[in-house]
């Protein structure tokens, strides 16, 4: 963008200095743009959605810039703030929006504040801020946490969040909204503005950003998206096609070539462990490549992540091996090839990845889809059915999330202070908190000053404390190590690691690292590393000599199949069940699909397939509601139990995204349509699923979270000294002891919500009950397992859940790891 | 698996408990470690809102040891404060009624790291830098020392058994040539994960029964 820039000419108009800036360029501004400009000017707030690289970000900020221009002399302080959901996207985001107003003749700074911005720059911001600052939804409420707070803000015109569709779903978007509450309270003519891709949901997305009872936002779409070409990769051979667990890796001679025809390409997996095996496996088959591929995933480095960011914006590499690391963020525009390794999940998620090629001028988004067992050809063209229909995912909004509410009132207390009546008004305001009654308000304030409603259970309590009526946080310490805590929303307990001659490779789960000893070996960062010791949260590794390695098992790629993606599946399968094949990608695995058809049935929208078998392992069951694994996980224990109640047996049950299956060694008694609808009704689902899953076990996990943002604990922090140190005890005894001693508790109420609803989707497990009271059951008996099947029975070996009780379960594990023992001798489990 | 189990350590016979006890019946001796007591009140003049009536507890579990084994010593094997206890806290008002209650019994610790900030808090427990007892040698860090088996706190272990995707973690007894360790006997006290393939032996503590660990 080297531009002449525009004097500022006397109070002009701004719009027009931008159109001739335009021009200047050689550029022409899209209609959405001058939409966005208009719209701000005309003192609106929205939403803009657009794909990515299609000037959504001048569209937002060259509004409240074109203001400026006209009154360039007013007092300085805050007049936009920029959300953006990664950190490390800061600084490149305020990089091009310092660039813009430069070359406009603008006289305004930019700056970035985020975890990583240095004490100094602290505390200059502290005492004035920029003009314009870019920051995360953790880093504006930190500083919302300082008494100058609303001296901070009072010149503030605009905010403007970027990628709200990231937010939107989860506690930081909460965050943010109660963020926004607070600012909009002060500033009655705010203007706010989303930056979102495509969802299913956008009217709900605008109305959760700009608040309840807010003038009507305006909706503005972005230029036509460029088409996007979904491609399945067919293996040559279907019949020696693995059905799972090889992570796609037998594809690698297919995509090597397609890598090779290409000048950069994005290479996505679904979890950091097979982007590392990715990686490695490329390196081994393309040793000349070595210098032209590179490896970014969240545990890495984050300076080693700059600079493949750096290197892709240079076109220096061929392929970078990623996970949803790189599916945010400015654009590479040399990147002419998107590969996805695996199922793709969900429309949305691949339609965000295939968007990041395409940007050289004419080009299109391709994504070659590159399956990692059979059935997943059939996901592949269900994407693309489901985008060409315009199908996406929508994000749900969260309601009362009582940890992010307690943990923003005591901010608001280390800041400014607040007084309730005021503050609870500003709260309803939020879509979040918007049925906050008074009776979960007064426990929250309770919760900050007395810390809890038994007042002789919290003696010597203080946190928030109230004078003449104002709530404050008066104990410099607590504020302290609230600020702290704010900024870990996200994050877990993590491992840096280094090698011993200095040079940190990134972090990785502190669990992982306990489960090494020195001398193991694993792989990470792409590089095979020796363990060798671990000292004060610091993993020290040498490069190993051996070859024999553990890959890291991070967690969360457990994202389920999204029900969109389910029903466009179901629907292919209709049509396969009469006989046709639209899809090249189907078509390729005909003989598997006609095989299910041959020796079971395929599933359809109303048609539930349920397949028993009897093997040497015991009776199965295998069920197919295609609802994704999470709501399976919750059916399976919650037939598990029903059927518990006609016989009693114990279960083993594995589940994927496909269905479940229950294995027993009892038989299964006969059982009629009538029973199988009794069994899968949907009355008492929520009794029986709480009966059914220790769900004592999974709320204390969940509980995790809840505790550290609700600041119920504190992490403490490497080098911060003992007394801190000393404050740590883990979420589970707190859990443990907060059921034994105030189980009325509301957070203990909001982690077994939590289990309910994020990690069982009961809302989706109860439609499969609901929808399977019309379908028609197709019950078949089996000689032996089903192409659909044997997914389900690979799962099971690798991992065990049943219905067993804990003194039978450790017996087990002790069972288990002493035959283990004995027959490797000299290894341990 | 049981609430007691029978031991051998150092030629000595010792019984294992559930509650995360170890009694010595030769010399009548009951040992626990790490009680780590006022470590909530701690955190709550610190601004984290932990409930009261852990320490409660946890002197009720040690009278029922008390009554079950009926021990002329009781010795915590350090720790036994957590921080020092400022006067309005409940432990201050609590531990004087159970001290009374069983007053027969010879209360006594080892001082441990965490006691060093409650020095000269008056109790009516008698302090040792360390202590020896038949073939062991009571102290709160686990350091061997020659010609004694060390009987030792200050570590919180716990093990993690991983079978597949099923996940168990459990505080343990770990029980070495030279040094053996007890588990915390507070409620609130976290732990330390003992490296995998650790040499000894160990013995899990889940929902107060007794497992011999895997060799």
Redesign the interface.
Known sequence: MAAKPVAAKSAGDGLALIETWFAAQGWTPAPFQRQAWQAFRAGRSGLIHASTGSGKTLAAWLGPVSAALEKPARTGGLRVLWITPLRALASDTAGHLQQAVDSLGLDWAVETRTGDTTASVRARQRRKLPEALVTTPESLSVLLSYRNAEESFRHLDAVVVDEWHELLGNKRGVQLQLCLAWLRARQPKLSVWGLSATLGNLDEAMSVLLGEGAAPGERIAGAQSKPITIRGLCPANVERFPWAGHLGLSQLEGVLDYLGEGKTALLFTNTRSQAELWFEAIIKARLEWVTELGLHHGSIDRKVRRRIEEGLRQGDFRCVVCTSSLDLGVDFSPVDRVVQIGSPKGVARLMQRAGRSGHQPGAASEILCVPSHALELVEIAAVRRAWEAGRVEARRPLRLSLDVLVQHLVTLAAGPGFVPEQALAELRSTHAFAELDETLFNWCLVFITRGGPVLEHYPQFQRVVVQDGRYTVEDTGIARRHRLAIGTITSDAQIQVRFMKGGSLGSIEETFIARLKPGDVFLFSGRALELVKVRDLVAYVRLAKTKRHSVPRWYGGRLPLSSELADSVLAIFEEVQAGQYKDAEVAAIAPVLELQKQQSALPGRNRLLIERCTSREGHHLFIYPFAGRLAHEGLAALLAWRLGQIMPATFSLSVNDYGLELLTSTTFPEMTDADWHALLDPEDLLDHVLAALNAGELARRQFRDIARVSGLVFQGFPGRGKSDRQLQASSGLLYDTLKRYDPEHRLLAQASREVLEDQLEIQRLRSVLEHAAGQQLVLVSLERFSPLAFPLWVERQRNRISTEGWRERVQRMMDSLEKHAARKPGRHP | ?SRTLEWQLAGADVVLHGERALFYPAESTLLVADTHFG????????????????SR?DLQRLSLLLDEFKPQRLIVLGDFF??RP?S???FLDLFPIWRARHRAVSMEAVVGNHDRHAAGVELGIDWHEHLDLGPFRLRHEPEPVTGRHVLAGHLHPVL???????R?RAPVFWFRDQVSVLPSFG?????W?L???SPGQTV?V??G?L?????
């Open positions: 698996m470590k909530a009140a701690l955190m709550r003049r610190r601004g984290l809102a932990v409930p009261s009536g852990q507890d957590h921080h400022l309005g806290e409940p993690t058994l991983q079978v597949a995707a099923d168990l409620a609130l006290t976290g732990g994960d490296p995998r393939k899990l889940v929902e029964e497992f011999e660990g895997p060799d």
